[in-house]
């Protein structure tokens, strides 16, 4: 059974950083492009960052570039996301997702998805 699982999530102030992780089981994770996401309240599910399935490819949403950045661990089976700098605006819930190969940027090009982890930036 292919499982996704975030950790990480929590309540930061303005300007602080969180490191998110999504731990894969039931699949080897190097066949698959890992993309993270998040939902807030009200708002459509955005893309974040993806990662191919060697790592040597990733890309960012123009609200996150220079600010997260989106690794992988293949003999750990998680992939990460750090988080910088973050703002009230990034609060919503984050969800990874995986498909095979490479990434895509509609969510619903994603058949496997973790349960999400919340994210509240606030003071």
């Known amino acids: 059974q292919l499982q996704l699982v975030e950790s990480g999530g929590g309540l930061v102030q303005p300007g602080g950083s969180l490191r998110l992780s999504c731990a894969a089981s039931?699949?080897?994770?190097?066949?698959?492009?890992i993309g993270w996401f998040r939902q807030a309240p009200g708002r459509e599910r955005e893309g974040v960052s993806c990662?191919?399935?060697?790592?040597?490819?990733?890309n960012y949403g123009d609200s996150v570039k220079g600010r997260f950045t989106i690794s992988r661990d293949n003999a750990k089976k998680t992939v990460y996301l750090q988080m910088n700098s973050l703002n009230p605006e990034d609060t919503a819930v984050y969800y990874c997702?995986?498909?095979?190969?490479?990434?895509?940027?509609?969510?619903?090009?994603?058949?496997?998805w973790g349960q999400g982890t919340q994210v509240t930036v606030s003071s």
């Open positions: 997702a995986a498909r095979v190969l490479v990434c895509a940027n509609n969510p619903g090009h994603y058949p496997y």
């Open positions: 039931g699949f080897t994770l190097d066949s698959y492009a």
């Open positions: 990662i191919n399935r060697s790592g040597a490819s990733t």
